[in-house]
């Protein structure tokens, strides 16, 4: 006989639809986008499971745009206390993460890489000996961090005949690969020097991890989503039986094309017609990757402006929820530019919301500015 529980989850589910708009402002509620948070800087980055960190700023702009009065110094400091650390996870990709984080998610997402070694210089590893390959990297690393082209250059002595190349990136795979400050600092610059995650934070990886505790961390996040959904975040392939297993503790949907949709109870789910502000999403905002199907944040009309050919994710204004612009700041001697580029015409309260929301952003940027302005580009 089933729980009364269970019951309640099916009612609930059964047949009911989730539109872009629906989707949109529940993920907006769970990444802290219709209200700023109080929580500290460590709880935020657990609950969002890590910011994507390709470039060092991102991060701070993605935290600013979540947090209620950020101090980048919050962060930065973190990261000198070995609290936080910027390392490959998923999609094999950089990601801003605690040091807990770190070491339970590396080995879940290990897969991710194994394939990305192989899918990117699988002709080149035939006959290498792999693991002796990522020994010696990690001894060297652990010895002094270094950067991807040191490391390429010292294996090659021992490795004559291969492609530095393809030396440290067998060395990015087999070792967790931690990059140290100063870079990711705010304010600051620095080469990415890579040290292994056990040693930066003197522990070793957590094998008790698991794929169903993910998952549901990300429903918790990013939730309502598909089974597609969670494997475009992860990387990660096969998790249509992980969802089997969890099926008897979540919620049931289906979005506007009849794809299932899992979620857990507790998490919001506002109504779609729920006002939200705008905000000044960071470049790399991986919400805007963490989906198959990402209607519920960015209309596929606008991708091609905002994801350039060579991989660089631009900055992003959300009006009504979703991307609907670009912007950027521009620095000429003591003089700061905020300049807005929507893509369709701006009704007046809304042009007036981003010119408020602007100044902060210019506030916090560039505080050391003697000159702060905005320029809102009329569309194309």
Sequence with gaps: MK??????????????VLGPRALNRALLARQFLNKRTNLPVKDVLEHLIGLQSQAPNPPYFGLWSRMEDFDPDSLSQLLFTHEVVRIALMRSTIFLVT?????????????????GLKGNYGRHLPGMDLHAVGALGRRLVEEKPLTFQEIGQQLQKEWPGCDPTVLSAVVR??????????????????????????????SPLDSEGSLE??????LRAFGPASVSDMQIWSGLTGLRAVTERLRPQLLTFVDANGIELFDVPDA?????DTTVPVRYLAEFDNMLLSYK????????????QVFTINGIIKATILIDGFVQGLWRIERQGSAATLIIEPFQPLLPPI????????????????????IRDIQIVSPK
């Excluded at 040091?99 to 394939?115: A, F, H, K, M, N």
């Excluded at 505790?213 to 990300?218: H, K, N």
């Excluded at 919001?268 to 779609?272: S, V």
């Excluded at 199907?293 to 091609?304: F, K, L, P, T, V």
């Design 351 to 370: 042009r007036d919301e981003l010119l408020e929301e602007g100044y902060k952003l210019l506030m916090f940027a560039a505080a050391d500015a003697d």
């Design 99 to 115: 040091r807990s984080d770190c070491l339970e998610l590396r080995p879940l997402v290990q897969p991710v890489l194994d394939r």
């Design 3 to 16: 729980s009364n529980r269970n019951r309640n989850q099916e009612i609930e589910g059964r047949d009911s």
């Design 293 to 304: 199907d990402r209607s519920r944040i960015i209309a596929e009309e606008y991708r091609g």
């Design 213 to 218: 505790t993910l998952i549901l961390r990300y």
């Design 268 to 272: 919001d789910r506002p109504d779609a």
């Design 173 to 202: 795979t087999l070792v967790p690969l931690v990059q140290t400050p100063p870079r990711g600092i705010w304010g600051s610059s620095g080469k990415a020097v890579h040290t292994s995650a056990e040693s930066w934070l003197g």
